[in-house]
């Protein structure tokens, strides 16, 4: 308990740079991996053991699940780029005071969150078509997903601020704890206890109870300025205008773009069963593919944020030219063996042969775009670090939600079928980072460029 205790921030303001970007995204890399293993844990177990059905329900739950969280991810970033700011720039009252504040932002929005997600899931099914067959199933399992979210709430912010400072370590080992036991749950309560779905939704709502609980003993025992103080919890007006304002455009961009998936999967449920439970193995999948890309933008984000809070803007701009190296290289070792394996990959979910037949056409047509998801990661990934969320946000938003849903309302209808459908995401990814990296390198980037302004 002592070693858990001890302090593990990590100031990257010196040193090395890939050393320390590297050393920081690995614990959250191995801490993503379990993260994703909530979700997947429960479509192996409901798709091998209760039915095709069952695993397509729990998949077209991931866009309103993301949806929610996403808003509240969008508020947890704004929070730790201005804690990790004030880490760097070494002052302890308002570190202190920006802690207090995102954790009572994050408990108000425990109850806003679950109200809505409980209240409005039967509408959110209804806007994707899903299917007659699923709908029942997929209703019980989010309504008792979204009745327990809060534990998921309270850990994140918890790890978030445990990263903001440098500390990417301990919130791993309680993600450890709670994913295996997420994992001996779920086997209890759908193959033992025949629970079906709600057995997959109850062991995953207990152990993200359990690792909140965790990570909030550790931050509240830390004696440190980022400590958790329950007596001094309230709203500091100008930390959470600091919050709002970086927090703010990042919710709208996570909520929104989340909820432009809720939209692509209704495309996905107007073909069969079978092609549902394949887009869900794919998504499962494609997620493990992803997490390297999205803990190197998180520990660049840090790494940009810290930096910045201590005036070095040259060691800050180093970021995106040394996480672009490390992000292709990453991706282009990923990208071999998921397109051979790919069918093996997708019967761990379900041995239907139809089932495996979609899963492997989604991975082997979108999975070569992750080479363009890899930079634009990194662009945003500085950009937030910089506290620039606005510039993201509109990007994000042109990109992901209104060119990809004019694309798919278009193509579709022009008789494009799966083929369309299935290149959605990469062509916002295209997008994307086409005019982010505009951005980055346009005279509008003062935020890291300073001199650029004082040009003007």
């Given amino acids: ?63 309103i699940i993301n949806m929610l969280i996403g808003v509240f991810m969008g508020f947890s970033s704004g929070a730790g780029v201005v804690i990790s700011q004030f880490y760097g720039a070494k002052d302890e009252e308002k570190l202190h005071d920006s802690v207090q504040t995102a954790v009572t932002l994050t408990l108000l929005l425990c109850v806003v969150l679950t109200a809505i997600g409980v ?8 806007l994707m078509d899903t299917p007659e067959d699923v709908f029942p199933e997929a209703v019980q399992y989010l309504r008792i997903y979204f009745g327990g979210m809060s534990g998921m709430l309270v850990y994140n912010i918890g790890s978030g601020i445990l990263r903001a400072v440098g500390d990417s370590t301990r919130p791993l080992y309680f993600l450890i704890f709670s994913t295996l036991l997420n994992t001996v749950l779920d086997v209890v309560f759908v193959r033992f206890f025949s629970w079906g779905i709600a057995g997959a939704a109850w062991a995953t709502v207990i152990a993200q109870c359990l690792s909140a609980i965790l990570v909030m003993l550790l931050l509240s025992r830390a004696q440190t300025a980022y400590r958790v103080d329950y007596r001094h ?19 709208l961009q996570m909520g929104i773009t989340a909820f432009s998936n809720v939209f692509v999967q209704s495309y996905v449920n107007r073909f069969e069963s079978s092609c549902m439970a394949g887009w869900a193995a794919y998504n499962r999948i494609d997620a493990f593919a992803m997490l390297p890309l999205m803990s190197l933008s998180l520990s660049i984000t840090t790494f940009v944020g810290q930096n910045l809070g201590a005036g070095d803007y040259g060691r800050a701009r180093s970021a995106p030219r040394v996480g672009m190296l490390m992000g292709l290289v990453i991706m ?23 089932v495996i037949r979609y ?27 910089a506290g620039n969320t606005r510039t993201t946000m509109f990007v994000s938003l ?23 459908v299935t290149l959605g995401y990469p062509v916002g990814w295209v997008l994307c980072t086409v005019l982010l990296s505009a951005y980055y390198h346009g005279r509008h980037n003062t935020l890291l460029y300073p001199e650029r302004a004082a040009a003007e």
């Fill in 1 to 63: 308990m002592a070693s858990i205790l001890r302090r593990k921030d990590t100031d990257m303001t010196q040193g090395s740079i890939p050393r320390l970007l590297i050393g920081f995204a690995i614990p959250l890399l191995i801490g993503n991996l379990f993260q994703q293993l909530y979700n997947t844990v429960d479509s192996v177990v409901v798709g091998n053991f209760v039915s095709k059905q069952a695993l397509a329900a729990v998949g077209c739950t991931g866009p």
């Fill in 119 to 126: 209240t409005a899931t039967p509408l959110m099914l209804r």
């Fill in 233 to 251: 919890l309230r709203l500091h007006r100008s930390i959470l205008r600091k919050i709002c304002a970086i927090g703010v455009p990042s919710a």
């Fill in 332 to 354: 282009a070792v990923i990208l071999t063996p998921l397109m051979i394996f790919a069918p093996t990959l997708v019967k761990l979910f379900n041995g239907d042969a139809e």
């Fill in 359 to 385: 899963g492997t056409w989604f991975i082997r047509v979108i999975s070569p775009f992750y080479l363009t998801f890899a930079a634009n990661q990194v662009y945003m990934g500085v950009l937030r670090g």
């Fill in 398 to 420: 042109g990109s992901f939600v209104l060119f990809r849903q004019v694309y798919l309302y278009i193509s579709y209808h022009l008789g494009g079928g799966l083929t369309a």
